[in-house]
């Protein structure tokens, strides 16, 4: 691991706040716009690790929540880190764990010290607390960590999200201060079993405060002047309305700090990507694209297409006749079908090749728009290609 | 398409019957023995056809029965046939439908045209003859056609045995006429809708005759009368003792035409395929690689283990430390069992990878062994290697 943590802007767009640039991670170099695959358990759903690199993925995310409970942040530590444990040499970020264990509704009790739970395999009473979060993560030794926060529920009223924005702010500085000492104490290491570390790792802040702007700004000064080496926007597409999201997005996105990567957690479809990039983010995951794969659905430049559609039956085309990736290469929407309608595996790890590949090769179209000058075309054709649907 | 099918006999143990060989198909050429993987619905199950050709398979198997009912022989034929529509350009054997439909138990009705059955997918009706299977694997294109024959049902007293195999009989008859009917009547073709076909398409004949030895060499000298381009041994493996198949296989294959491929379906474990080359067989299909991988069974030179055995919770070593395939070069068995304990399709993936590549690359170990002279001491070392056992 030669390389820290480091972010270079290459280029700005003169008409929107999208930007390209650079990151680079104890592994490896990635470029910006970027798209991270997610991978839950330390594994993206029905695609090998040589599959993600040759789709082209600089970068994947792994769950702490899910890591942490099976099979577990100390054996994943003993078996030299995520990246070893995975055999996955380039960049990872982990999430802190907050948003799963939220989402787990009346298994898990809040208090100012952070979250009891139980777990979802076998009901075991687990503690998650910014500190916690911080050892999992370093044990695990991920490129990028990310603070233990609040996912504000939605709705929330504002004094709701007031408090809400203002325990993540506490929990966000725990967690720095946490990992910061992980990092310069080598015998608090060792007492909790951590045999590895990842030394370059960087921590980025979450930006909360639902819907309400003031909220926001007052979110993001606050994890500005704590000082992280990225910003997260979190707490959207939580079921709030898509110009709900924009409007929190193109407010914030342009007050985060230039220098510094932007990273809008859990969105989104392609066109909400090409529409974030245009406000100034940088970085994104979803599960959307190796989910709906596996229920058929695919990405294309023409819309979404249900390959289990009768009309594909005998259709020698590719799923995209305008994509370089592997399975538009080599195989027919009429294979795919028929793979779909008999139930076979392959058909669902070809399905979430051409998603993720689809995705990636977005963001490599963006990067090259922003950096020829002409993202406002870029946006305007692909919207316009997207509105069009299949032939 | 350049070449037509042919075997070449290349080398022969002094000490067994085992033989090296090489088979050419319209489709490439392969070395003997050989093992074929089994694509049931026009994909081995877990494998894309990139993973089987870095595992090195020049041939795989396809079920005429299973292609049929879904997604049509004339489907596959107006996209181009099985290789096209599949996009597998290594070669491809057929079976007939017979041993399918003989498996639907009270959903079929047998008399000397054919099987009358109900589809298992939506209870229609069929019929199968040794005809209409030659138009469905002449539509599907393959390089090697299989005779439609009846599986003698075991046990069968001497008499069923009898008649099963006097039946099989006609129909190879039958299959044989015309199949090469098919391939020089192109209206024929035309008026069954098959626009695309495979001129370089060989026949097997099939033995049968359940354990009667005397009725296996009988139906041989009636395959053998006919003519075909290779023979295959059926009716084994259909739960008899391994002792009574291997006294048929034993008996059988040094009597099969040693200047033609000779194929022993269905068959095996690794060991039963060792044996079954000592025997002099040079071609075997089996599910067990793939169906025992998505179950979590792996096989090594030190026999099988299930990788969700707690044991390899820890274990940073990969599935067989001799194996040189790409899952081998990668994974750790404690990444693989977390993988199979979660549940992640990426596991199922990695597992048929290596047992497919295990199994491949025993058949190449035991070639190069026939060809050094070493059969007889490489089948000691395997038998001796597998009864030891995991570390």
């Avoid at 003169?14 to 990151?23: D, E, L, T, V, Y």
């Avoid at 104490?185 to 003031?214: C, E, K, T, Y």
Wanted: net charge negative; charged share 20%; aromatic share 8%.
């Amino acid at each position: 691991m030669s390389e820290t943590f480091s972010f270079t802007l290459e280029a700005a767009d003169s008409q929107s706040q999208a930007r390209a640039g650079r990151i680079s991670t104890p592994h490896g170099s990635f470029d910006t716009p970027v798209f991270m695959p997610v991978g839950t358990q330390g594994s993206v759903k029905a695609l090998t690790q040589s599959s993600l690199e040759e789709a082209g993925a600089g970068i994947i995310l792994g769950n702490t929540y899910h890591l942490y409970l099976r099979p577990g942040h100390l054996t994943i530590n003993q078996l030299g880190g995520l990246h070893s444990f995975a055999s996955w040499e380039r960049a990872i970020l982990t999430d802190s764990g907050g948003y799963q264990v939220f989402s787990l509704g009346d298994l898990r009790k809040l208090s100012e010290e952070g979250v009891e739970f139980q777990s979802h395999l076998d009901g075991s009473r687990h503690v998650l607390t910014p500190e916690r979060s911080m050892e999992i993560q370093a044990a695990l030794g991920s490129d990028i960590v990310m603070v233990f926060d609040e996912c504000t529920p939605y709705p929330a009223t504002r004094d709701e999200a007031l408090r809400s924005l203002e325990l993540t702010e506490r929990w966000a500085r725990r967690s720095k201060a946490h990992l910061t000492k992980l990092h310069s104490d080598p015998n608090q290491l060792a007492s909790l079993g951590i045999r590895i570390v990842n030394p370059g790792q960087a921590l980025f802040g979450i930006n909360q405060g639902s819907m309400f702007l003031d909220l926001r700004e007052r979110s993001l000064e606050g994890l500005i002047e704590m000082g992280f080496d990225g910003y997260a926007i979190g707490g959207l597409s939580v079921g709030e309305d898509k110009s709900a999201m924009f409007e929190v997005v193109s407010h914030i996105a342009p007050r985060m700090p230039g220098d510094r990567p932007r990273y809008l957690m859990g969105v989104g479809t392609p066109e909400d990507i090409v529409e974030a990039v245009a406000m100034g983010i940088d970085m994104f995951d979803c599960v959307m694209p190796t989910r709906n794969a596996r229920n058929g659905q695919l990405f294309t430049r023409r819309g979404r297409l249900n390959i289990t559609n009768a009309r594909y039956k005998d259709d020698a085309r590719p799923i995209d006749e305008q994509c370089e990736c592997a399975v538009c290469a080599r195989y027919s929407r009429a294979y795919l079908r028929h793979l779909s309608t008999s139930g076979e595996i392959v058909g669902a790890i070809l399905r979430s090749h051409h998603n993720v590949a689809f995705y990636l090769d977005t963001m490599r179209r963006m990067r090259q728009a922003i950096q020829l000058g002409t993202f406002n075309e870029f946006h305007n054709t692909f919207l316009r290609d997207l509105a069009r649907g299949q032939d």
